[in-house]
């Protein structure tokens, strides 16, 4: 089984590119992921979805 099955709500996410780590709040149907993260620059929380190819499970 891939990574991207394991994905589930609760985990830990980043780009496979690198970047923030984000929160998965939810597995999409059409293979998105809604994810939550603080965004620095702006000094808030946000929310976004992403493709599930391009995540992976952060260490």
């Known amino acids: ?3 991207e099955n394991q994905i ?12 923030l780590k984000m929160t ?3 597995v999409q149907t059409n ?3 809604k ?3 603080y965004n620095e620059s702006k000094a808030a929380f ?3 979805l ?3 190819i ?4 952060a260490d």
């Open 46 to 48: 946000e929310s976004s």
């Open 1 to 3: 089984m891939n990574q």
């Open 8 to 19: 589930k709500a609760g985990d830990t996410v980043r780009l496979k590119s690198g970047g």
């Open 35 to 37: 994810c939550h993260f």
């Open 24 to 26: 998965v709040e939810s």
């Open 50 to 52: 992403f493709p599930i």
């Open 31 to 33: 293979n998105f992921v």
């Open 54 to 57: 391009i995540l992976q499970i």
